[in-house]
């Protein structure tokens, strides 16, 4: 049983509803595997950070970091919320382009942005390209002039700060493969060439320390470096910045073992944070930016299975076989990440016994929970992982050529499909068949 479903996802009938449509209901209209946002959840959790902003009274933009996922009905929700976006690929603003999305609400970020992705968004007229590295600037500095047009930029910096959490969810440590590093006065000689470039407007500065973060102290230390920087840039080159990104990361709870504050409470640190060092540092306080993109889809989405075969090792332990895993959720086995499961018809039941949910993939790293406490169960029983929303389906793969699943958006009684399911025919697609060599 999961404290985590409030009593409100359940019906009359005792199933798990998810936006107000009974999660095996789901399961039988799109098929399985599944994945279902509950959209109103979404839009709460962008109205929170939103409200945390309005009663500090200072300018803002929450900017949904759509690798979280992407997908034109998410670009809908969140303009329709009044977010911005950060994208980080051609993929990613083509998607926000289909979705309608207002171009000057778009932040563009990436270490390697190829000059067609910088074509494209200077084409389009994003809001901001966050310069990254040298290279980029070069790049992209060519890319205006042949357009002959400016475009506003930001620079993002690497703090110097190691966030607690998992290694590859790391990126603000001074050993980054992202952003200016401070420390080598990377960052001041960024500042002075894109000062010096008439296309480059430059707004402000950002800085992400990395992924799942529980603690606020990451967060304080780096809102304050990027005010201490502000106001040195302010004092050595007559720079003020516009706006301060402090990126995204705030973490979310996955299993009962987790215990985070909620997000919005991190972004009121934050600003409070932003507020008292400008006002240390005698800068007029810029406009905050932030970058959520785990805490507004994580908790809203969730995967549905249709449990499958099962092994039992005598004496030892079971295996539960769903027909995903590491597919549709790369998490478990890159990150070691926890996720907890109901069953869509039982979601309260007393669990009977302790199984690993196994995924069907050809590897033995494919476990999508090592230790869940169950009632009993069939094959056939569809089985709905929690919290699944961020990074699940955006890193899906079609490893041992499986096609990726179905998204729904559920809202208010009623499910649309958002993404396709892949069919087989979609993994062998090729407009000119290949023709092995005879010779
Ligand atoms: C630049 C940037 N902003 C925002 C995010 C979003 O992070 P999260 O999904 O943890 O909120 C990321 C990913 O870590 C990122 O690299
Ligand atoms: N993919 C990571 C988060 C990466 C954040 C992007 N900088 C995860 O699932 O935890």
Not at 48 to 71: L, T
Not at 121 to 144: C, K, M, T
Not at 235 to 253: A, E, H, K, L, W
Request: charged share 20%; with cysteine; aromatic share 8%.
């Amino acid at each position: 049983m999961s404290e985590q479903l409030s009593i409100n996802q359940q019906n009359a009938a005792g199933q798990l509803t998810i936006g107000g449509v009974a999660a095996s209901q789901l399961a039988e209209e799109f098929q399985t595997p599944l994945v279902a946002y509950d959209v109103t959840k979404i839009r709460d959790q962008i109205r929170r950070f939103k409200s945390v902003f309005e009663d500090n009274g200072v300018s803002y933009a929450v900017s949904y970091a759509s690798k979280a996922f992407a997908a034109i009905a998410m670009y809908q929700v969140v303009d329709q919320e009044g977010g911005h976006i950060d994208v980080v690929s051609a993929g990613e603003l083509y998607t926000a382009m289909q979705a309608g999305f207002p171009m000057a609400n778009v932040s563009f970020h990436g270490n390697n942005k190829s000059r067609e992705e910088l074509e494209l968004a200077v084409a389009q007229h994003v809001g901001v390209i966050v310069l990254d590295n040298f290279h980029e600037i070069e790049l992209l500095d060519a890319v205006l002039a042949e357009a002959n047009t400016a475009v506003r930029v930001m620079l993002r910096i690497t703090p110097g700060i190691s966030a607690h959490t998992h290694e590859y969810d790391q990126t603000g440590q001074e050993d980054s493969k992202f952003g200016f590093d401070l420390n080598s006065g990377q960052a001041a000689r960024a500042l002075q060439t894109v000062l010096k470039n008439p296309r480059m407007n430059m707004i402000g500065i950002h800085a992400h320390i990395g992924s799942q973060i529980f603690e606020l102290n990451g967060f304080q230390m780096a809102a304050e470096k990027l005010v201490q920087v502000a106001s040195d840039w302010r004092d050595q080159y007559g720079y003020q910045p516009s706006v301060i990104n402090v990126g995204g990361g705030f973490g979310i709870r996955y299993t009962q073992a987790d215990d985070p504050i909620a997000p919005e409470a991190f972004v009121d640190a934050i600003i409070k944070t932003i507020k008292q060092s400008a006002s240390d540092h005698g800068l007029d306080l810029p406009a905050i930016w932030i970058e959520p993109g785990r805490s507004i889809v994580g908790p809203a989405g969730y995967n549905l299975y249709t449990i499958g075969s099962r092994k039992d090792v005598p004496g030892l332990t079971s295996y539960l076989t769903v027909d995903g895993g590491m597919g549709d959720n790369i998490r478990p086995a890159l990150y070691q990440a926890g996720y907890e499961a109901v069953l869509a018809d039982n979601p309260m039941g007393e669990p009977v016994e302790t199984v690993h949910v196994a995924g069907k993939y050809c590897e033995s790293g494919d476990i999508l929970i090592d230790q869940q406490p169950l009632p009993e169960s069939q094959p056939g029983d569809v089985l709905v992982m929690l919290d699944t929303g961020a990074y699940g389906y955006s890193m899906a793969s079609n490893y041992n050529r499986n096609p990726r699943p179905a998204v729904v958006f559920v809202e208010k009684g009623q499910a649309q499909l958002v993404i396709k399911r892949e069919t087989l025919a979609d993994l062998t697609r090729l407009d000119q068949p290949y023709r092995p060599s005879t010779d």
